[in-house]
């Protein structure tokens, strides 16, 4: 995909979550939808996202544990990563388990072997939004890292973005990264606070 701007993003974020919220222009179900919209909140990969289960959210903590299973890298590099629960996260999770009900995962599908949707899934609905060579579930953590330094002046927070995105962090050999065990949660859950209140601000609704 061709780099964008800052102000290119912007519009893809705002448009992507319009056509989210209109279900005249897509019959994907609410699951897959709900899916993209917890992609653009947390900014997770999208093969993170398919297969979240229930159990991994501590409202009580305001955490969400995804196993390292889940996680990309090496398998040195693998570690439980852990997600800042903003206020909007919570309440697309609790409203997904009031829908599904007892449900082991909240992207609950009942077709294939997994019982829960595949990251294909994101991408294809974005497809179906008109976003086909525009936007993809990965360009969601490109939305996200880019609008927060351009746009809302979070220069110098590259590696608390970083760490939000559960980057590979550069120039430092495994044994380094091993020893390393700063987690930046502090800047990290008041970074995801700022970035679920923009989207809210552009009319994001979970």
């Known amino acids: ?5 800052a102000y290119e993003i912007s519009a ?3 448009g992507s979550e319009m056509c989210i919220r209109d279900r005249n222009k897509s019959n994907s179900k609410e699951i897959v939808k709900s899916a993209t919209k917890l992609t653009l909140l947390s ?3 999208v093969g993170t996202i398919a ?5 991994e959210f501590d409202f009580k903590e305001k955490i969400w544990t995804i196993p390292k299973e889940r996680m990309k890298g090496t398998k040195i590099r693998k ?7 903003t206020p909007q996260i919570e309440k697309l999770i609790k409203k997904l388990s009031r829908m599904i009900g007892h449900q082991e995962y909240v992207f609950f599908s009942p077709r294939g072997s997994t019982k829960h949707i595949t990251p294909d899934s994101i991408n294809t609905h974005l497809k179906r939004l008109g976003y086909k060579d525009i936007l993809t579930g990965h360009g969601l953590r490109q939305t996200f890292n880019t609008n927060l330094i351009d746009e809302f002046n979070q220069v110098g927070n590259e590696r608390v973005i970083d760490m939000c995105l559960a980057h590979k962090i550069k120039g430092i050999s495994d044994s380094e990264y091993n020893y390393n065990q700063a987690t930046y949660w502090k800047p990290r859950v008041e970074l995801m ?3 679920n209140k923009e989207l809210q601000k552009i009319g994001f609704k979970a």
């Open 1 to 5: 995909f061709k780099q964008k701007t």
């Open 12 to 14: 893809c974020l705002v």
């Open 43 to 45: 900014a997770q990969r």
């Open 51 to 55: 297969g979240t289960k229930f159990e």
């Open 79 to 85: 570690k439980i990563h852990y997600v800042p629960i």
């Open 193 to 195: 606070k700022l970035w």
